[in-house]
């Protein structure tokens, strides 16, 4: 009689991706949070793809080329040859957020540009970063003369001074003036896991907006295996499970906030709705 194994749901999928710091493959874990929209993705399938892709790429150049030929050639290949770029009709859509969607269709969001082309980048070599630039995701690129910065959402690549101008109305915002903070701190290399973390908080705010609480539960389902002393994530789960009616489960989610979050300002309000929701329950 032959063993039989039991298939990891896709939350056990990603769990066990995420759990090391030390060894978190950026790709498949981004790649596999399309899983909760279309449940028969094969992960491995589409690194297949993208083996297929750096392959074509790397037929382009010669094995000592340096760095500098290197990026031209990969950004012309990417921006260039295959199209991708920024869906600019269609930014909210959370298909641009599903790798197997954008590699399908070349358009995205600069975050799920950026993980792809890193994807290349380091395929061929290249030391790239992702950068967590407020309000819009870069990469960088580290040459032996300096780094380059490059946009994903249009393959640009920004001087100092464009930084500084993207970086004006998000200060402003904030109360800042240019010269509070240094701009090597917002160009710093964000984490794989930071990085994930950023990619499932853009689908939760669509998820939010739609209304679409069975989609941002699942969401929530990641972020917590993700970050699990994030604990605003779990009574943002719980709430999302409040509004489907899952008293049980909300009750849990927004109780476990609780325990860990007494100094935070809505920590009354929040056991308000866990008194509610008890008596819903009966």
Known sequence: ????FAVPTPL?????????DEQFPLFEAAASIAQDEYPALDVQQLLGDLDQLQARLQRRLAADAPALQRLRTLNQFFFGDLGFGGNVNNYYDPENSYLNAVLRTRRGIPISLGVLWMELAQGMGLHVRGVAFPGHFMVKALLPKGQVLIDPFTGQSLS???????????????GMSGDEVPMGLYLQAATPRDII???????KEVHRSQQDWQRLVAVQDRLVVLLPEAWGEWRDRGLAHAEQGH???????????LAHAEAEMDSGGIAERVAELRRMAG
């Open 1 to 4: 009689m032959l063993p039989s």
């Open 197 to 203: 973390a950023r990619m499932l908080r853009n689908l």
């Open 12 to 20: 056990e999928y990603f769990a066990a991706l995420v759990q090391s």
């Open 160 to 174: 100092r001074e464009e930084l500084s101008e993207r970086l004006e109305p998000y200060q402003r915002s904030a």
């Open 247 to 257: 008293s049980a489960q909300a009750v849990k989610d927004l109780e476990t906030y």
